[in-house]
């Protein structure tokens, strides 16, 4: 395991409990776009646990490799459906910022 890998995935393991909690604790920036993009409050709950538990598989991973590719791939696949979510709202000045939280994932599932 290289050192750009341990970098890269603790980064994205950053971002994404950051982006859990934001959505966890109902921050303004967060749920106003959820609110304009038409994504039900129900889900919202499940969502930040999704990437808080993508976050924990990505630390684990560190130790337990499968487990940090299996979170990565998750990971990649939930961002991307972000992407895909601001896309279909035709927010396009939003788009950047599921990228933002997708390329270091992506990155860490390059290096697993």
Do not use: D
Request: avoid cysteine; charged fraction near 10%; hydrophobic fraction near 60%.
């Amino acid at each position: 395991m290289s050192t750009t890998h341990v970098v890269i995935t603790a980064v994205a393991a950053f971002l994404s409990a950051f982006s859990s909690g934001a959505l966890l604790l109902r921050a303004k920036f967060v749920v106003e776009p959820l609110v304009e993009y038409r994504v039900p409050e129900a889900a919202w709950v499940w969502l930040g646990l999704a990437k808080g538990a993508g976050a924990a598989g990505l630390v684990l991973g560190l130790f337990v490799p499968v487990i940090g590719t299996l979170a990565a791939i998750g990971l990649v696949l939930y961002f991307t459906g972000a992407a895909l979510t601001v896309l279909r709202a035709r927010s396009y000045a939003h788009v950047p910022f599921p990228l933002i939280y997708l390329a270091p994932a992506a990155l860490s599932l390059v290096f697993s």
